[in-house]
């Protein structure tokens, strides 16, 4: 940032210098049940936190935002107290204020970019986006009126319903287009609903959402998987106009390494999917056992492993440990997920990789071989390379281990979809109008970034709809 | 929702349903199956699609009440509906003219392996087959697997109908024999596709098996189905459910499939006790 562009009053202000801390359920309490864990701000601390705001004229927080909402103008407006008003402006560029809310990972986006970061107290801008979207669901200020009188009437398919695919259906809905979204497992969200916990975002909030978005006149047919049930080419000899492809990036990655397919060795997606889609927390009211474990060992570092190991505190297991092959400092995850994992006294073991599983003479894992890491170059990422120390092989115990190092896209559609281009990961290629190497397909979200944020898989979607709408605007007939 | 056409008994536990499924009535083909959900709390299973009738929407399963969800399956009836189903899944099988083929079908994995046998009867290969079972009262598909058939085996552990003994005993026989063997289909318990696949390494007969893992989502999501197959792991719902039986680490698979027994058996004493409450109120 240049010195220009910072204000003066950063260094005379004589407003309160001190964030509000966001309410929380206390540690010991929420480590053994599956509430939200953080419990908003009331009126009085949104207030207090909204006038620390400086009202930057040039506010370099929006340029954090990879969506730019007005970030000053609905902290004023909270200040003012006006949530109504609040609420329209950030609904302008994000359609699930609710959801980004609680999930972005602020720290990297627009808090990072706040003036007052660098004397590192930023603006708590994630908590007053939360509690201003709480306030909107009470409100029920969301009904839209669509104005479906017969003019535009061209029929999209929507392939998946997480963030991307649930935005691009909204705004083609609102634009006056007849969509509808295929999604392959039971019930709409995607990762909002299998994936990440409801002690981090309800699954209320998230039905919310869906129901917002079928408000508007969108269908959702659930139990279709796209190159299976029905193929691309299908759909558009079913009469679909354009299609619209945000099926993620579903397909976990593993390891292999020896001994991984022992009994008791989860991915993080079955692991989450059990708890959070199937309730195996709720067993055997549900339908669906887990196991618990004792001594549970989670490798990786992101959200999904965060999520993990909270999850299996939860279930009710006596260590939770996280193998990360980085320091603390690298760790992907959003750094108060990380803050409330270690409250919650999940250990890290940092500088440590994993070599092999130990198994019982049943076939069940018992523990988890070792090696010390240290820090070499920095690779492509910009972090610093994970380099093995020789010869220092250790080993820990562990009767359920989960596997969080990160999915790709499943290639289900790409192989089922003649000339649809991906890359060896399974990515989708896509050009800079969100276009992919077949006609009338776009693409956004995890699918085309790679694992990602909801918020970029949001904004893509958004962007998709213009795009879409401006392709249909001006385009015939597809010729079938 | 999904309705239910039509139930039938075939054997003691075994049952049959048609459910109205248009989509996947279309699109099935044999090898293939789906993953259901009967209501808002229970767990998602995969079933072979049996047979399909695209002209009615309607697919048939097939499936023998072991665990929980089969055993509230088995209870619904005609005009019932079941709350999700997904397919079809996982790779179709193979179906080109080999020759002769054997194809070995055991317990209520005949289900499985007669949409098969009758699609590699309608493309010219000699088919052989051989059914087993505990004993008489559960064999299954019996009449339709011979009517398809150019020879024709049964066999029961008690022997109560047909040779007294397992299919891995016609095998064997029809091996020592030296009887052209093309291809073998082996469909059923794991320690049975185990068996034959021990039978035939020695000889090189080519052998295809068709796995049933534990699924939860069935479109690659998860990873609990997964298998050693050679040197890798194989998502058996994607990459699957029919893989070469040689290759197959079968005892891998046993113990992943008993990775819930204790879970499965509580559930299911519970579920029992319940039903039988319920059935006592209403006498
Ligand atoms: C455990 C976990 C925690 C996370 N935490 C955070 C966080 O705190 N903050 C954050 O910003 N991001 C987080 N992420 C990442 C974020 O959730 C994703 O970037 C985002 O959800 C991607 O959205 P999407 O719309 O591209 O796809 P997804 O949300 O992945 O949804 C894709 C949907 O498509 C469906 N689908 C797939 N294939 C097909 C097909 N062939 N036919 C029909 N449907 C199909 C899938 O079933 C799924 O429902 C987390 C991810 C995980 C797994
Ligand atoms: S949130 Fe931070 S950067 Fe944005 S306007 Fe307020 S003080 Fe300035
Ligand atoms: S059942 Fe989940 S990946 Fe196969």
Redesign the interface.
């Known amino acids: 940032m240049s010195s220009l562009t910072k204000p003066k009053s950063e260094f005379t202000n004589p407003k309160p210098s001190n964030r509000q801390a966001m309410p929380k359920q206390p540690p010991k309490e929420r480590g053994h049940n599956f509430n939200e864990v953080a419990l908003g701000y009331n009126i009085d601390l949104a207030q207090a936190e909204a006038d620390r705001c400086l009202q930057c004229p040039k506010p370099t927080c929006r340029e954090g935002c990879p969506v730019e909402i007005d970030i000053p103008t609905f902290i004023r407006l909270v200040k003012e107290g006006n949530l109504d008003e609040a609420i329209r402006i950030i609904r302008e560029k994000n359609n699930l204020p609710a959801i980004t809310g609680r999930v972005c990972p602020v720290e990297n986006q627009c808090e990072s970019h706040c003036v007052l970061c660098k004397a590192g107290k930023p603006i708590a801008i994630g908590a007053l986006e939360r509690f201003v979207a709480n306030h909107d669901n009470k409100k029920e200020l969301r009904k839209v009126v669509v104005d479906k009188n017969g003019k535009v009437r061209k029929i999209v398919a929507v392939v998946g319903s997480g963030p991307a695919s649930l935005t691009v259906a909204g705004d083609l809905s609102k634009f006056g287009y007849d969509v509808t979204v295929f999604e392959a497992l039971h019930e709409a969200g995607g990762v909002l609903l299998y994936g990440i916990p409801e002690f981090r975002l309800p699954k209320s909030i998230v039905r919310d959402e869906v129901e917002y978005v079928k408000s508007l006149g969108v269908k959702i047919e659930t139990n279709v998987l796209v190159g299976r049930t029905v193929t691309i080419d299908e759909l558009f000899s079913m009469g679909f106009e354009a299609i619209f492809i945000g099926a993620g990036a579903g397909t976990p990655y593993f390891l292999n390494l020896p001994g991984e397919n022992l009994n008791g060795v989860y991915s993080a997606n079955e692991f989450l999917t059990r708890t959070n889609m199937m309730k195996a927390y709720k067993f055997p009211e549900y339908d669906t056992p887990i196991k618990i474990g004792k001594k549970v060992a989670v490798i990786g570092g992101g959200n999904v492993a965060m999520d993990s190991a909270r999850t299996a505190l939860r279930l009710g297991a006596d260590e939770v440990t996280i193998i990360y092959r980085r320091s603390r400092d690298e760790l992907p995850a959003r750094r108060e997920e990380v803050e409330n994992a270690e409250e919650e006294g999940i250990r890290f073991l940092f500088l440590t990789s994993p070599t092999r599983f130990l198994g019982n003479e049943k076939g069940w894992v018992k523990g988890v071989e070792c090696i010390k890491m240290q820090l070499g170059e920095p690779d492509e990422s910009g972090r610093r390379r994970p380099i093995p120390v020789k010869e220092s092989e250790f080993l820990i115990d562990a009767d359920v281990v989960i596997i969080a190092i990160g999915q790709r896209p499943n290639p289900l559609i790409t192989q089922a979809t003649p000339g649809l281009k991906a890359d060896s990961q399974g990515i989708l290629k896509i050009d800079e109008n969100l276009k992919t190497s077949r006609d009338r397909v776009w693409a956004g979200g995890d699918i085309t970034s790679g694992e990602a944020t909801v918020i970029n898989a949001m904004g893509m979607g958004k962007k998709a709809a213009k795009l879409i709408h401006k392709f249909l605007s001006e385009n015939q007939a597809h010729a079938i | 929702m999904f309705n239910i056409t039509e139930k039938k008994l075939l054997a003691s536990n075994i049952k049959l349903i048609k459910v109205y499924a248009p ?2 009535s279309k ?1 099935n083909k044999p090898g293939q199956f789906v993953v259901l ?1 009967i209501d808002e ?4 299973i995969p079933l072979t699609i049996v047979d399909s009738d695209p002209k009615e929407g309607l697919i048939t399963l097939i499936f023998q009440e072991a665990g ?2 089969t055993a509230k399956l088995g209870q619904l009836k005609e005009g019932d509906v079941i ?7 996982g790779n179709p099988s193979e179906i080109k003219t080999y020759g002769q083929v054997v194809i070995i079908g055991g317990g209520v994995g005949t289900a499985v392996a007669y949409p098969e046998a009758k699609a590699l009867k309608t493309v010219g290969n000699r088919v052989i087959t051989i059914i087993g079972a505990r004993n008489k009262d559960l064999l299954i598909l019996e009449d339709e697997m011979k009517t398809l058939s150019d020879e024709f085996y049964i066999t029961t552990d008690d022997g109560s109908k047909g040779h007294h003994g397992f299919v891995t005993d016609v095998l064997k026989k029809l091996i020592e024999e030296k009887r052209k063997i093309d291809l073998v289909v082996a469909i059923g318990p794991t320690v049975m596709m185990r068996a034959i696949a021990g039978i035939t390494r020695p000889y090189n007969i080519k052998t295809l098996v068709s796995l049933n893992p534990i699924m ?2 069935g ?6 189905c ?3 197959v050679g040197n890798s ?1 194989k998502f058996v719902c ?1 990459d699957g459910p029919e893989f070469d039986g040689h290759l197959v680490d079968f005892d ?1 698979l046993l ?2 499939q ?3 027994l204790d ?2 058996i ?2 299911l004493k ?1 579920y029992e006790k319940d039903i039988g409450e319920k059935r006592g109120c209403q006498a």
Request: glycine residues 12%.
């Open positions: 989509l996947i699109k959900r709390s229970g767990e998602r929980k969800t709350h999700d189903i997904l397919g079809p899944l939860i989502d479109t690659g999501m998860c990873g609990g997964r298998v050693t792991t994607v891998q113990t992943r008993r990775i819930y879970d499965e509580k559930a519970l």
